[in-house]
């Protein structure tokens, strides 16, 4: 973690009460401690008086003291708590009160994905956020291996890819190959796709049917992976059907998954601000569905780096 990640604090957001909620988590699990809801106040308190140590003038109003919003904040924050743990079940690390959470005694660091979702999903503290992020691509490759009906290919494309092609002209053309198709005269015309770029064009993740005759207008599922609470909803977009039929002929409707290691639902368990989604969206709790449902050791190797590296100095 960074040194100064505790003066980090959420900033405001659609997703806001989650946030505290995840942040309240991570201070229980690198403080090993007891986190009441005083204690919470308590932060808030301390981030107001020392600013944001990120420099963010976003984040809250510094004229403001503690006052009755920040209470609410953290009494919804504790019911989505409360929530998570009942939601997630024996895999969740945390045991909560109506006015405290703390680490179960029985706790492993070392092969917990709650955890390592938590620390993707917390990417502003976080020290080294490129291994988190491949990380957690590599794990939304195995999990969506898992969802998809059996023989569909998987083709990493993003950070996680072992492949690291030098433009976005390279990138797609070699998803054009994967998928049985072609690039477009358009997009193998305009010159600025052909420059350097360390981009991943867009997609993260590919799943395709593949069948004997190599024709186009195959099954496929196009897959984004964000860390990010800030952009994830515009991202969608970068998967988005229209926007690939530019690039590659002879695709046809796919599914658009989005990957995400936070959660977007509220301590109802309802998706909160619904109108903003436009794909299939995997969130926290249904990536430990899945894991739970298809058990595997890939997912302690695939995670087991990050976690060390972010906090075994730490606990």
Known sequence: ????????????????????????????????????????????????LLGDSTGNDEVYDKMVDINENDSLLIDDAFSILQYREKRVGSIYPFAIDRDYITLKPDFEVNNSIYVFLLLASCTRQVKNLSLITGSFESLCGVLIGNLSFAGLEVLLTGTSSPIKEKSDFERVSRIGEFVNSSITRSFENSPRYKSPSGGDGGVDIILAKKFCDNNGFIPLIFCQCTCSKDKWINKQADIDHEKWLKRLSDIPKYIEMMFLP??????????????????????????????????????????????????????
């Not at 109802?268 to 619904?274: A, L, V």
């Open 1 to 48: 973690m960074k040194e100064n990640w505790e003066t980090i604090i959420p900033k405001k957001s659609n997703n806001h009460v989650n946030d505290w909620a995840d942040y309240i988590e991570l201070c229980c699990l690198i403080k090993k401690d007891i986190i009441s809801k005083s204690d919470a106040l308590d932060i808030i308190s301390d981030a107001l």
């Open 262 to 315: 936070f959660s977007i639902c509220g301590a109802d368990g309802k998706i909160e601000n619904p109108s903003d989604i436009r794909t299939c969206v995997i969130d926290r709790y249904r990536m430990i569905d899945v894991i739970n449902e298809y058990p595997s050791e890939k997912y302690d190797f695939i995670i087991s780096e990050s976690i060390s590296n972010e906090l075994l100095c730490c606990l």
